[in-house]
């Protein structure tokens, strides 16, 4: 290192020659006086610039600007969040549980895409000391970098990033004003944008600093990672620097989770391929896909460059809607009904809904950039010299599968619907005469169904062609019904004979206007005959199953199943939707794809007017769980089943004997969700794993379910605690229903179990035992005059109208329970009293620690000893008589491995100063005596 005298020195000769790739760059800023540069570092040269820059930056506290290109393989996980904020915001808006929460959630989903081992991994999380208020921007600037310290490259990145977008929005609620999509820069996924250096900063802007650091490693009998938070004292900058850089090639490798293979390939394939592609160093041109080259057509270009007016921007939208195929028409439909979007999709501060509809249009097809432009230049500050940088942002950003589902041309639909009620109608109007003119003119089924589709395509939808007039679905009362098909058959027969009932009207009228002679008169006088052999299929029943028939395939939607009910945060009720997400009660809309409802009417909280009911419900919780904290553990607990979100992961069992509240608890909540309740068989989580995934209409029934409730277990069944930690890990489950398709969806529920007795838990594992919970129904309710000989101070006489009540007081609690999920987001804080109950249920079911006090004794005698052979006879012996022949004894190494946590390491002549306890010989003492 003696050859360079400093840093600078070093860059100065390191700068990148003319055709090489730079390995590191310096930002550069004019008014800062920074002067930026490209350079080119070795593998071999990293140690000597590593430590030139550590002494620059840790020692002398110089303040640097530089940049590390990423590697293409075997480089570590690196996540940076990019917050944006309205001016006013002044402090940081995340918290510490919001940066542990995102790291658990980088964690579960990491087990999707590895396969990991038990090797410890790091993870580092880095936060600038303040936000950053950009004022001539209006705005306020914040963000997170991480790095998770294993190998991987840029494909398996961007899987992540996706994941991590689907749920990201679920577990933070920050008043951001960019998209997620932005949040989350996919330029550091794909490996295309450089990562700052530790210590370096942006001109003018303060630095990154470590504000958390963790060891991860997989805890094997449970599979999941045990996360140790380490004090930042620990990480030596000068020393540790290589750990926290990008071009470190030595962090641990997990092989890839064989589930994910066939994607990870695909993908690869497609990388290869854009990268053979030739960019385009030219002006930029949009390209219109014309009529086929054949007739002496071309493909033509618009040069976006030129778009420098309305009236240049209206001729090239309408040149490609030209040039639509006839089965393209939809293409021009959805561009009708983006340009009657009103002005907050468009102006400023519409950044994230304008976002959305450049999602949907993309998705739609890619032609429709122009009508994303039209809509936005609308706004009082477009600029037509930025179209140019859009289609680059439109080519690059609003890519098909970044926008996650829900996101089409239907959803440009529902908004117009929603906000442009009128002129919705007035397209919608548009796109049926168009269909209906095809159909005069050719009388087909096909085209028939065609108007159908554009009559009913938000209302309807088909899910499978099994049956003969297949399988529907309608939409009303807030949610997805099914259907028989017999509301569409009757639609036929009324809505849509008077619509061609209509038109034939209209086109009577306009007939008698010319002479007979008019070669006019006889066309409309052909169309009216084509009108009337509609008509009169219309009201025939075999013609009527020919067009149900053939709307089939155009009704077809065939991720509906797989969509059904799997929005965690929506409930629906009888008069509407509960968006916990939004804290908000709105109406249902298609797009939710709920089927289920709670088939009660939602009430919000200040518009209850009978406060006597209210009391009501908060007497008879009171009487259920008299003790305060138990009382508060309960009403957290059922608020959290109107969440689908499973963040507490646990198994409640309400346990008590007879009269003691807990079916009619059970009863109650029925009433309140309604669909989303579910009982279960005892044995989903008694029998062998290889039941769950089969053929099983009882996983299967859990879809959408948020409160499943089994049926008492018999005495000494045994849990089997696999499948309780993968029913409530929530992890996917894959089911199969009878006579249909494997499917894989993610569990909702919270399970529980009401019981008298207790399962059997032969498991005394952490990952079996943080999972229950045993909820003790302390009050018992008896009848007047019974004589109270219960042992508990809780004693209430019963209520025999109780039961008739509870339907009225259903609105209600259900109304309760979403003000308090609505506070708590559907967390459940722990309680003692729930804890404590649940440890000794566990020391119950500890036999080793049972035998251990009960048969050894302490003596501290170095010639007192127990060997491996007369501890496990002994164990074996008060077992039998314990828990019977029956019940599957612990394995003598689990015993041996307690023994010597307890009394030490044993040695070849066993553990030194115990003894065995025999029971006491009374026959031979008499005989002493």
């Not at 029943?541 to 089939?552: F, G, H, L, P, Q």
């Not at 769980?625 to 689908?644: K, Q, V």
């Amino acid at each position: 290192m003696a050859q360079y005298k400093d840093l600078n020195e070093f860059l100065a000769k390191h700068q990148t020659q003319q055709g090489a790739v730079a390995t590191h760059t310096r930002i550069p800023d004019k008014e800062l006086n920074i002067h930026g540069g490209s350079f080119v570092i070795s593998k071999e040269e990293l140690p000597i610039f590593n430590k030139l820059y550590c002494e620059a930056v840790f020692v002398h506290k110089k303040k640097e600007y530089l940049t590390e290109k990423q590697l293409e393989l075997d480089g570590p996980i690196c996540v940076d969040f990019d917050f944006r904020y309205s001016i006013d915001v002044e402090k940081r808006q995340h918290t510490g549980e919001n940066i542990q929460d995102m790291v658990l959630l980088y964690l579960e989903e990491l087990k999707s895409l590895y396969t990991f081992t038990d090797e410890p991994f790091d993870i580092f999380v880095f936060e600038k000391p303040n936000v950053n208020r950009v004022v001539e921007k209006q705005l306020t600037k914040d963000g997170i970098h991480m790095m998770i310290c294993i190998k991987s490259d840029h494909i398996l990145q961007i899987m992540l990033r996706e994941k991590i977008l689907m749920k990201l929005p679920d577990i933070w609620d920050l008043p951001l004003t960019n998209s997620w999509d932005s949040v989350l820069d996919d330029g550091i996924s794909k490996g295309v944008t450089n990562w700052q250096l530790y210590g370096s900063r942006k001109p003018g802007n303060e630095a990154y600093e470590m504000t958390r650091s963790y060891q991860i490693k997989l805890d094997k009998s449970d599979n999941e990672f045990m996360m140790n938070e380490r004090p930042l004292t620990t990480f030596n900058a000068k020393q540790d620097f290589f750990k926290v850089s990008v071009k470190n090639d030595s962090n641990p490798g997990f092989e890839k989770n064989p589930g994910i293979l066939g994607d990870y390939k695909k993908r690869t394939e497609l990388k290869t391929h854009k990268m053979k592609r030739p960019i385009s160093r030219t002006k930029v041109n949009l390209l219109l896909l014309t009529d086929d080259t054949s007739d002496g057509g071309s493909d033509e270009s618009i040069s976006l460059n030129d778009i420098n007016s309305h009236e240049r921007l209206d001729r090239a939208m309408n040149h490609i809607l030209s040039q639509l195929k006839p089965e393209e028409y939809y293409v021009k439909e959805t561009h009708q009904y983006t340009q009657i979007l009103p002005e907050k999709y468009y102006e400023p501060g519409s950044h994230l809904l304008n976002r959305q509809v450049a999602f949907a249009l993309k998705r739609t097809d890619d032609r429709l950039f122009l009508s994303w432009i039209m809509l936005r230049s609308k706004a009082t500050d477009f600029d037509f010299n930025e179209i140019p940088n859009m289609y680059n942002q439109w080519k690059k950003y609003f890519n098909n599968y970044t926008s996650g589902p829900g996101v089409t041309r239907n959803s440009i639909l529902f908004w117009a619907k929603q906000d442009a009620f009128e002129e919705y109608q007035n397209v919608k109007m548009t796109t049926i005469n168009h269909f209906m003119d095809i159909a005069i003119m050719s009388g087909a089924e096909w085209d028939i169904a065609q108007v159908m589709k554009q009559m009913f395509k938000d209302k309807y939808v088909c899910v499978s062609f099994t049956q003969k007039q297949g399988s529907w679905y309608v939409f009303k009362n807030h949610r997805w019904e099914p259907d028989k098909g017999i509301s569409l058959r009757m639609a036929i027969s009324s809505e849509m004979y008077m619509l061609f009932s209509k038109r034939y009207e209209d086109m009577s009228c306009e007939f008698h206007k010319y002479e007979s002679t008019d070669t006019r008169a006889e066309m409309i006088r052909k169309k009216l005959n084509c009108i009337s052999v509609i008509m009169a299929k219309l009201k025939k029943t075999a013609d009527k199953n020919n067009i149900v028939r053939e709307s089939m395939e155009l009704f077809f939607d065939s991720d509906f199943v797989k969509n059904m009910d799997t929005n965690k945060q929506l409930l629906c009720f009888n008069n509407g939707v509960v968006d916990f997400k939004q804290k908000v009660f709105r109406d249902g809309y298609p797009q939710d794809y709920i089927t289920k409802s709670t088939n009660i009417d939602y009430i919000e909280a200040g518009d209850i007017k009978d406060k006597n009911s209210i009391q009501d419900v908060v007497g008879f919780m009171e009487k259920l769980f008299p003790i305060p904290d138990l009382n508060r553990y309960m009403w957290d607990h059922l608020a959290s089943t109107l969440i689908g979100t499973n963040r507490n992961q646990t198994f409640n069992i309400y346990h008590g004997s007879g009269s003691n509240g807990k079916s009619m608890l059970i009863s109650f909540m029925a009433l309140v969700l309604g669909d989303y309740k579910g009982t279960v068989p005892i044995t989903l989580v008694t029998e062998k794993r290889n039941s769950i995934g089969g053929t099983s209409s009882e996983v299967m029934q859990l879809k959408g379910i948020r409160y499943a409730v089994m049926q008492e277990p018999s005495k000494g069944v045994k849990l089997n605690e696999g499948i309780m930690k993968e029913l409530t890990g929530g992890d996917p489950l894959q089911a199969r229903a009878l006579y249909s398709e494997s499917e894989v969806f993610d569990p909702q529920f919270k399970l529980c179990v009401c019981t008298n007795n207790l399962f059997d838990i032969d498991s005394n594992d952490d990952g079996t035992w943080r999972r229950v919970r045993k909820c003790d129904f302390l009050s018992k309710f008896v009848d007047p005059g019974q004589e109270n000989n219960h042992e508990t101070p809780y004693v209430f006489l019963k209520d025999k109208s109780l039961e008739e009540k509870l339907p009225v007081l259903a609105p209600i609690f259900a109304s309760m329970l979403v003000k308090r999920a609505f506070e708590t987001d559907g967390i459940v804080l722990d309680c003692e009293i729930v804890l404590a109950a649940s440890n000794k249920y566990r020391k119950g079911q500890d036999h080793i620690a049972a035998f251990v006090s009960e048969k050894i004794e302490v003596t501290g005698i170095n010639g007192d000893r127990i060997k491996k052979t007369m501890l496990m006879d002994e164990f074996k012996e008060w077992f039998e008589q314990e828990q019977g022949r029956n019940r599957k004894m612990p394995k003598g190494q689990e015993l041996y491995d307690y023994m010597d946590k307890k009394f030490g390491s044993h040695t070849q002549t066993g553990w030194k100063g115990v003894k065995l306890i025999y029971p006491v010989d009374v026959d031979a003492n008499e005989d002493d005596s």
